[in-house]
Every structure is written in structure tokens, then in C-alpha cells.
């Protein structure tokens, strides 16, 4: 496979998207004709699963190619510490936006998030549309939109007599800032993207695009609800459904700009997520907690006609650690990311073999703090201090110990961790033998590259800056 030297990179991630309720996956809904056009002339990997479900690590993956245990942001939001900050530098951690700068793209990123991940970005932002008028008329609609989540979260966060710090909690979840209403709109990233695709004027770009209408509280223009039922739960889902229907039309835009600009054949394009969603499954209401399916199982898309020319699907196990090796063998770049974990997907999809790993493996921390690994068949999942007690939803689900035969019941339902001892023991020494080689290759890396800590790394804020991304993500529930 060869591919023009420098072509763009355009890296979409929309936010909690499960790939079964995409047009790729399963029937055909009419839900993502944009993506699915994309999908016919690409690459469509089947069993693309997220290695934690929650942003920052996950996304951290993405741009590193490294699973969290060995880039050390194994946290998320306000509980990320000054020791994973301390272990991403230690080891040497570089992202993509760093390599491609270094390779001479223009890089731009269309999100909020801020932190490392401004790093390597020459611009990184959301260019904003409203006044301060606007603005509140604005944040009052999207609390008044949001009723009926609001509603099913004081319901399914608290099973007994809510406290005053459990009322402050949900509370907290809900009082969106004006901010977040108006940068939970795919309307407002796309036109950011785009402005960013004009400023880049003819020079090779690498433009990371995150779309936030899909994650709760779901954003979703009326024209693109079609429940009107009593049934809450119904409306919700209908809710998520539509807000990927609506990031999807978004898509069409940010596509056609490339097009009309003679950049389409020459831009390497990765539709992904970060992590899906549970909409009731498992007991777990309008979330993304827990390691089943419905929230590790992620859509991934490859378009550029030079390297893929042959659309295919590709039904190997695969992990957001290997894009950033795939992308830069696109790219012929042979100075990856020091120490990636990932694998190129090019041998998959040449059909040069059929599966680059015998399992994924995927973690969580926020809520409950759980491990799990997959392979073809079974899935097992292991509570890391051996209870696993859920804080959200204030139980245990399923047990300390869970294992699926996902061929027979791929809803993950019957938890048959007594009657497989053998799959058991074995799936549980490659998980623990798998975090063990992590472990210890993050620690060489570290001993390699005898970094010590600076005065004020890169990617640390003010304190100013620390309160408004406290306030973004309480805005999202992601903290207390």
C-alpha cells in the first residue's frame, strides 16, 4: 500500500457512541447515512473495542497509542492526579498532534477539553456564536430540555433516602454551565471544523474533531426525535438515538467542505468513539459504567482512496492503541510514539493476516474499579479490589467476578464464572500476566528515559484554568 506524501489527517470522535447503533453494525436504520457512505468506499473494522470507558483515558489512548497503565493518566477528570500527570511525562509520552507537528502538519483540534491534550496543537479550541443574551436564553432551554434525564438520574443514582451530599450531587450533574450548552451542538463544532480546514491553507493538516451531542444529557434537535410516548426510558433512548443522527448530518457538512475544496482524496479520515453508552442494560441507566459490550464496543471507520482503495470489513479484535501506528504508517513516519502499545492495522486490512492480538483488554475507575478481557469467545471481568461496588448506582453488579460466553449469550447476561472454572483460570492469568508486562514495560521506560519532574509541567494549569475545567466537568457529572 502506498500513499501520497503528507496527506491530511481528520480524526472524528463522537462521544459515547456504542457501534450497534450505527447503520454499520447490525441492520440498517437510517441512523448514519453519512458515516455509512464513508464505510462503503472504506474500511470497516468489526470488533473495535475502547480500552476504558470513560474520556480522558481513553482519549489519551487515542493520541498516544499507549493503554492508560503505561501512559499513566489512569484517571479521569478531577480525580486525575499529580502522579499520573508525573508517570505520562516520566515515560516519555508523546501524542500525534506532537509527531505531526514535528513532521510539519498544521495541527488543530475542535474541543474543550484542554490539559495534555492541548499538546502538540498549534490552535485548539471552539470558536464561539453567541452572545451573552443569547447565551442565557440558551442555558435556560437546554435545563428545561433535559427534564427527563435529569429525572432518571436522581431516580437510578440513589437506591435509599437521599442525603444532602447525594441531592448536591445530582444537582451539581445538572446545573450545566452556559458553556456546555452551547458547546453540546454539532452544528457549532462543524463550524469550527470547518473554519479550521480553510485556515489551513494548503499546507498538510492533522484536525481532531470531538463531537459531545451523544453523551448524556443528549442532545438532540426535535426534528430528529420520533418517540412521543409516555415511557421516559423510551424517550431517551430515542433521545441518544437522535443525537447521533444529528451529529451525522453534521458529518455531511464537514465532508462536503472537503470535497469542495479538492482535499476529499487527499485526507486520511478515522471515524471512532471513545467509549458507548449503557441505555438500561445491566441496570445501568443512561451511563457509561461497566465493562460490558454496549459500552467497549466502538465504531471505527478508515477512508482514504490511495491506501484503501478495496472497501473491505475487517473482523479482527482491535484497540484504539492502534491507531496512532496506523496513521503513521499511512503517513510513512517511522518515529512512532516512544513505547506504543498499539499494532498497525494495515496488515488486517491487506488481509496478511487475521487478527494482530488474541484479546482486548479494557479497565474502569470512576465509579467501580474493574478489568476485563476478551477474546473471540468469552469475556472476563474482574473487580480490582474484589467486591466492585458501584458508587453510582449503589450495588454490585453481577458479582466480583464475571465471565460471558459471548457466542451464546452476546447480551452478556448470564454470568457463568461457576460453571467454566478452566476458562476462568485462564482468562484471569492473561489478564493479570498482561497488566503485569504493562507495568513493567512502563517502568522501563521510565528507567530509560530518567526524566525528572520540571518545575511546572506543559500540560498543568493555573489555577483559574483548574476551576473552569472543574466547572465543565461537574457540568457533565464527572465530578462530585
Do not use: C, N, Q
Given at each position: 500500500m502506498t500513499a501520497k506524501k503528507n496527506p491530511n489527517v481528520l480524526l472524528i470522535v463522537i462521544d459515547a457512541v456504542r457501534a450497534r447503533n450505527t447503520d454499520m453494525y447490525g441492520p440498517s436504520r437510517g441512523v448514519t447515512p453519512t458515516i455509512s457512505e464513508l464505510a462503503q468506499d472504506g474500511v470497516v473494522f468489526d470488533n473495535t473495542y475502547s480500552v476504558w470507558n470513560t474520556t480522558d483515558q481513553s482519549l489519551t489512548s487515542i493520541f498516544t497509542g499507549k493503554y492508560p497503565i503505561s501512559h499513566g493518566i489512569i484517571h479521569h477528570g478531577d480525580r486525575v492526579t499529580p502522579e499520573n500527570l508525573l508517570t505520562f511525562q516520566k515515560t516519555g509520552t508523546r501524542t500525534l498532534a506532537q509527531i505531526l507537528k514535528n513532521h510539519g502538519y498544521k495541527t488543530m483540534a475542535v474541543d474543550w477539553?484542554?490539559?495534555?491534550?492541548?499538546?502538540?496543537?498549534?490552535?485548539?479550541?471552539?470558536?464561539?456564536?453567541?452572545?451573552?443574551?443569547?447565551?442565557?436564553?440558551?442555558?435556560?432551554?437546554?435545563?428545561?430540555?433535559?427534564?427527563?434525564?435529569?429525572?432518571?438520574?436522581?431516580?437510578?443514582?440513589?437506591?435509599?433516602?437521599?442525603?444532602?451530599?447525594?441531592?448536591?450531587?445530582?444537582?451539581?450533574?445538572?446545573?450545566?454551565?452556559r458553556e456546555l450548552a452551547e458547546i453540546q451542538d454539532a452544528s457549532l463544532i462543524t463550524d469550527s471544523a470547518i473554519e479550521s480546514i480553510k485556515k489551513a491553507d494548503g499546507k498538510s493538516f492533522f484536525l481532531f474533531v470531538h463531537y459531545w451531542d451523544t453523551h448524556t444529557p443528549y442532545h438532540c434537535p426535535k426534528r430528529f426525535q420520533t418517540y412521543t410516548g409516555g415511557d421516559r426510558e423510551k424517550r431517551l433512548t430515542d433521545r441518544y438515538v437522535g443525537a447521533i443522527r444529528y451529529v451525522d448530518e453534521q458529518l455531511k457538512r464537514l465532508f462536503g467542505t472537503l470535497k469542495e475544496r479538492g482535499m476529499w482524496e487527499d485526507t486520511l479520515i478515522i471515524v471512532t468513539s471513545d467509549h458507548g453508552e449503557s441505555l438500561t442494560e445491566h441496570d445501568i441507566f443512561f451511563d457509561h459504567h461497566g465493562l460490558y459490550d454496549v459500552t467497549t464496543h466502538v465504531p471505527l471507520v478508515l477512508h482514504h482512496p490511495s491506501t484503501f482503495p478495496n472497501p473491505r470489513r475487517v473482523g479482527g479484535l482491535v484497540q484504539h492503541t492502534d491507531l496512532v501506528p496506523?496513521?503513521?504508517?499511512?503517513?510513512?513516519?517511522?518515529?512512532?510514539?516512544?513505547?506504543c502499545d498499539g499494532r498497525s492495522l494495515i496488515p488486517l486490512v491487506r488481509g496478511d493476516v487475521s487478527e494482530i492480538r488474541p484479546f482486548t483488554y479494557s479497565e474502569e475507575s470512576y465509579v467501580q474499579q474493574k478489568r476485563a478481557i476478551r477474546n473471540g469467545r468469552h469475556k472476563y471481568i474482574q473487580a480490582v479490589d474484589g467486591v466492585g461496588f458501584c458508587s453510582y448506582c449503589q450495588k454490585v453488579h453481577s458479582g466480583p467476578e464475571e465471565l460471558y460466553d459471548l457466542e451464546h449469550d452476546p447480551s452478556e447476561k448470564a454470568n457463568i464464572i461457576n460453571q467454566e472454572p478452566e476458562v476462568h483460570q485462564t482468562l484471569k492469568r492473561e489478564l493479570e500476566d498482561f497488566v503485569a508486562e504493562l507495568t513493567l514495560r512502563r517502568q522501563e521506560q521510565i528507567e530509560a528515559n530518567g526524566i525528572e519532574r520540571s518545575e511546572r509541567e506543559p500540560w498543568t494549569c493555573s489555577a483559574e484554568e483548574q476551576k473552569e475545567i472543574e466547572k465543565r466537568l461537574r457540568g457533565f457529572g464527572y465530578m462530585d
Open positions: 477539553m484542554g490539559r495534555w491534550f492541548k499538546l502538540g496543537f498549534d490552535e485548539y479550541g471552539i470558536r464561539r456564536r453567541h452572545g451573552l443574551a443569547t447565551k442565557s436564553a440558551l442555558y435556560l432551554k437546554y435545563m428545561l430540555d433535559h427534564r427527563d434525564i435529569f429525572r432518571e438520574y436522581a431516580g437510578a443514582r440513589t437506591f435509599r433516602l437521599p442525603s444532602p451530599k447525594d441531592l448536591k450531587g445530582v444537582l451539581a450533574t445538572f446545573l450545566f454551565t496506523t496513521i503513521l504508517e499511512v503517513l510513512d513516519i517511522d518515529d512512532g510514539a516512544p513505547g
